[in-house]
């Protein structure tokens, strides 16, 4: 039963309580979707920490390599001359 097409007084109070009882029960259902959405959330964001932390790691094995190769080249410089 819903109320958007009944006048609230006109109602007895079987039928109001079974109002309340659907109004209820759809706001269970509401709070458990919200649940599961937060749930998803979560999800999303230990993925995308996961991700930005092998970003990090490759960035930083980039960043070694290319003071390595640096390093090698001012040793043979500085051994030539």
Do not use: P, W, Y
């Not at 990090?56 to 001359?81: E, P, Q, Y």
């Amino acid at each position: 039963m819903s109320l958007e097409n009944h006048d609230i007084a006109s109602l007895s109070r079987d039928e109001l309580e079974i109002c309340l009882n659907e109004l209820g029960q759809e706001l269970n259902t509401a709070g458990d979707d919200v649940q599961l959405a937060n749930i998803d959330l979560q999800n999303a964001l230990q993925k995308q920490e996961q991700t930005m932390e092998e970003l990090f790691a490759i960035a930083k094995m980039l960043h070694d390599t290319a003071m390595l190769i640096l390093n090698k080249k001012k040793g043979v410089s500085l051994r030539r001359v």
